[in-house]
């Protein structure tokens, strides 16, 4: 049903104004996603565009959201403004306020993620909320930058921040912006950060008055209201491609980085009916002790998330998009966890669930969902001091690993997870500029794809040489719970972390580390996991995997292994006598045997 947004005698907007104004709308979101990395301070923001920027109404609903930024943050932003209004009420702002909040019981992330939104005005009336959320480099916490492995609480993450206004009426609040300069340990990449988000939210405010201006507050009102009625529409058609019932799956994560060694399932059921979709998080791990945690406005992200992937990945997402999803998700679990949970590594377990989504949806379309990818943010942290500078840095970046075969072709390789999207890694030459390191290897990790007739993407290799002393906070993980296969396609590699200390030759392993110290000449080695295959390996066409090998993809004993395809490896030409010979013996009962049940999704049951 149409939501209320204005009296039935006002005017309507005809269909082209309606498009006109959809579009308009999109490039405004579109305007400060280009506004905010253009000109933010940390390479976390400007260059891997770890934010996301958004338009929403006067009552705290999506208008419009762009692609770009992280898609973790897709159609959250509510839960920030809607904390607003439910403190201050729509009363309660005035034009130059800018609001901040990073409030782990309202938005259900780490206290990084920053979220900035100020009101937009026409007229003396309230109309809508430009808002943004970036990653800020520190917000206080036991350790710089955050990211701890081992935190229990959200205290040691960071100073918690909900809701406050740091200007009222375009004059800063000074005695707030004190409590954050001596709570955070790089107040000048914060700030500069900070006044990029007001910028674009400043910008955004400039736009809306001239759309409203020009069309009036009740032709754009209805403008909207009918874009979110067309892109429901079309979402309920989408849905209606999958056949009706109910599909449930289940994986798990490692540990929760304190009970180290105890698995944390995650079970998800998504039921279709006649156009709806509802995700059922109603047996997931409840809450744990360590930093996995997220709140329950993440958790509704992951659903709609996943409702992107299954059926709008064209769709702007609004709040028209999200009516037809259901979601139900009891308070106390993992992804809905109460305060004060650690949170500093949310994003970790929220991968996998929407992995889990699409693992259970795989059994109603088989022939549109991929296998499992590698489903790690697997960042890295790394403090210290800078002797070329005499300055402290924080250097915080994820490193990208492999996607799952698809039912008709090889999985990417070296992409960023299923919930980063198109954000970019940092140069190679920005990261040397910036800050001590030398990056000695980055190329991708042959064998780490899943073998398949459709191989999966494959990870990277990434090895840092310290140039200076520092501090080394990360994680990896689904070491046990490797990226699935479908349709008998083997799993990927798993990712990992190794250290070798300078004029060592040992190496030391680890999957979750907080406060590793490193000393100059220690070389930090990162490798990510790859994506599942898709298919039965041994129908991959022998000259695919003659061509994988000669790439680097695949090395000639896994070729032998996995595919069953015997290359020479001086003249890299396949042996079809050999290989056929290969292929119809033992290989292949031993590759039956050897696939492993890490995950499980049940076959539909159809709904009356």
Request: glycine share 12%; aromatic share 8%; charged share 20%.
């Amino acid at each position: 049903m149409r939501d209320a947004v204005m009296p039935l005698l006002r005017q309507r907007a005809d269909p082209i104004t309606v498009e006109v104004i959809g579009n308009s709308l999109a490039a405004i979101a579109e305007e400060m996603t280009v506004n905010l990395a253009r000109t933010a301070h940390s390479t976390i923001v400007y260059e891997v565009q770890d934010f996301c920027t958004g338009l929403l109404d006067a009552e705290g609903r999506l208008v419009a959201q762009p692609g770009a930024g992280l898609p973790l943050f897709v159609g959250d932003l509510d839960a920030a403004v809607g904390d607003g209004l439910a403190l201050y009420g729509p009363d309660g702002f005035a034009p130059g306020d800018v609001i901040l909040t990073n409030h782990t019981g309202t938005c259900g992330q780490h206290l990084n993620n920053i979220v900035v939104y100020t009101p937009a005005f026409f007229e003396g009336k309230l109309i809508g909320f430009p808002a943004t959320r970036a990653h800020w480099t520190d917000v206080g916490g036991r350790l710089a930058g955050g990211f701890l492995t081992d935190a229990e609480t959200s205290f040691e993450e960071g100073i918690q921040l909900r809701t406050l206004k740091v200007y009222k009426h375009g004059a800063p609040d000074e005695e707030l912006f004190r409590i954050l300069r001596h709570n955070i340990r790089h107040p000048e990449a914060s700030f500069g950060d900070l006044h990029a988000q007001i910028a674009a939210c400043r910008m955004a405010e400039r736009r809306l008055q001239e759309l409203y201006a020009r069309y009036g507050a009740d032709i754009v009102g209805d403008a909207i209201a009918t874009g979110w009625d067309q892109t429901e529409r079309m979402v309920q058609a989408a849905i209606r491609t999958y056949p009706n019932g109910r599909y449930v799956a289940e994986s798990f994560l490692d540990d929760d980085g304190v009970d180290l060694g105890r698995p944390v399932p995650i079970r998800v059921s998504v039921i279709v009916e006649d156009g709806s979709l509802t995700v059922d998080f109603s047996k997931m791990s409840p809450q744990v002790r360590g930093p996995i945690n997220s709140g329950s406005a993440a958790g509704r992200s992951a659903a709609r998330l996943a409702l992107k992937y299954l059926v709008a990945p064209n769709v702007m997402a609004n709040h028209g998009c999200f009516r037809p999803l259901k979601t139900i998700l009891p308070e106390g679990t993992l992804i809905s966890a109460r305060e004060p949970a650690a949170m500093s590594w949310w994003q970790t377990p929220i991968l996998t669930v929407i992995d889990t989504i699409l693992l259970a949806m795989s059994k109603a379309r088989p022939d549109r969902i991929p296998a499992g990818h590698y489903s790690d943010i697997s960042a890295m942290l790394l403090t210290g001091w800078d002797s070329r500078t005499h300055r402290a840095y924080t250097n915080i970046e994820p490193v990208a690993g492999g996607w799952g075969a698809r039912p008709h072709g090889d999985g990417p390789n070296a992409t960023y997870t299923i919930g980063h999207g198109d954000t970019f890694n940092i140069p190679v030459e920005v990261l040397e500029t910036r800050y001590p390191l030398h990056v000695e290897r980055y190329a991708l990790r042959c064998d780490s794809g899943g073998p398949g007739q459709y191989r999966g993407g494959l990870g990277l290799e990434r090895i840092y040489r310290m140039l200076d002393n520092g501090m080394f906070n990360g994680l990896s993980e689904r070491s046990k719970c490797l990226p699935w296969g479908l349709k008998n396609g083997l799993p990927g590699k798993s990712g990992s972390i190794a250290l070798k200390r300078h004029g060592q030759v040992k190496l030391e392993h680890f999957q979750k580390i907080t406060g590793l110290k490193l000393k100059r000449g220690d070389l930090l080695m990162f490798a990510t996991g790859g994506g599942g295959g898709y298919g039965d390996p041994l129908t991959r066409p022998p000259e695919r995997v003659a061509e994988d090998v000669r790439m680097g993809y695949v090395s000639i004993e896994k070729a032998r292994q996995s595919y069953g395809v015997v290359i020479d490896p001086r003249t890299g030409v396949v042996d079809l006598t050999r290989t056929k010979a290969l292929r119809s013996g033992s290989l292949r009962r031993n590759l039956v045997r050897k696939r492993p049940a890490t995950t499980k999704a049940t076959s539909r049951k159809r709904l009356n």
